[in-house]
Antibody, heavy 123, light 110 residues
Framework: QVKLVESGGGVVQPGGSLRLSCAAS????????MHWVRQAPGKGLEWVAF????????YYEDSVKGRFTISRDNSKNTLYLQMDSLRAEDTAVFYC????????????????WGQGTQVTVSS | QSALTQPPSASGSPGQSVTISCTGS?????????VSWYQHHPGKAPKLVIY???RRPSGVPNHFSAYKSGNTASLTVSGLQAEDEADYYC??????????FGGGTKLTVL
């Protein structure tokens, strides 16, 4: 079965950096686009970033563009999110999510989700 | 891209039907048929229950149904069961390689 396990969350000061990882198994990782979605405390879900199955294109939510970088290593079945210049408003649970459709060219649907990793930005 | 608008709460008794609305604009729901719905039990991973406006992924029970009209999408949960109590989020493609979510609706089974 599909399994997505996030890691790398923690507490970081404003302006700091964190790198999240997501280990994927149970499906052909290199065939699917992947997303990061977050949920701030007491708030709803927010799409953060998408990467195509072959890593050829990446797309970002406006508030993270230029600060976050999504990437993947298909040889290791692993998705990453490099987060720089972190702000208090980035505090959230970050979910690694598999897209629904094979080789999706754009971010449409969020099929399988990991359990999430907590990121707290605080001094 | 602005978030989609959902009512903060909805409720119904076991066996009843409840409909949750999701209002967007001509730039998202009104422009594309890439509307989806997610069920989220707090502390657990969210679950896709509807995609392509009204299609159910394999394994999702048929008491979930959905449609859209103009800039508004709707999710109906029929034959309410205790396990349907959860937060529900709508989502739509919004063009320019962006996706927007609704603020979420807390469904309570009375």
């Amino acid at each position: 079965q599909v399994k997505l396990v996030e890691s790398g969350g923690g507490v970081v000061q404003p302006g700091g950096s964190l790198r999240l990882s997501c280990a994927a198994s149970g499906f052909i990782f290199s065939s699917y686009g992947m997303h990061w979605v977050r949920q701030a405390p007491g708030k709803g879900l927010e799409w953060v970033a998408f990467i195509r199955s072959d890593g050829s294109d990446t797309y970002y939510e406006d508030s993270v563009k230029g600060r976050f970088t999504i990437s993947r290593d298909n040889s290791k079945n692993t998705l990453y999110l490099q987060m720089d210049s972190l702000r208090a408003e980035d505090t959230a649970v970050f979910y690694c999510v598999k897209d629904l459709k094979v080789a999706a060219s754009q971010p449409y649907y969020f099929h399988y989700w990991g359990q999430g990793t907590q990121v707290t930005v605080s001094s | 891209q602005s978030a989609l608008t959902q009512p903060p709460s909805a409720s119904g008794s076991p066996g009843q039907s409840v409909t949750i609305s999701c209002t967007g604009s001509s730039s998202d729901i009104g422009a594309y048929d890439y509307v989806s719905w997610y069920q989220h039990h707090p502390g657990k991973a969210p679950k896709l229950v509807i995609y392509d406006v009204s299609r159910r992924p394999s394994g999702v029970p048929n008491h979930f149904s959905a449609y859209k009209s103009g800039n508004t999408a709707s999710l109906t949960v029929s034959g309410l069961q205790a396990e349907d109590e959860a937060d529900y989020y709508c989502s739509s493609y919004a063009g320019s390689n962006h996706v927007v979510f609704g603020g979420g609706t807390k469904l309570t089974v009375l």
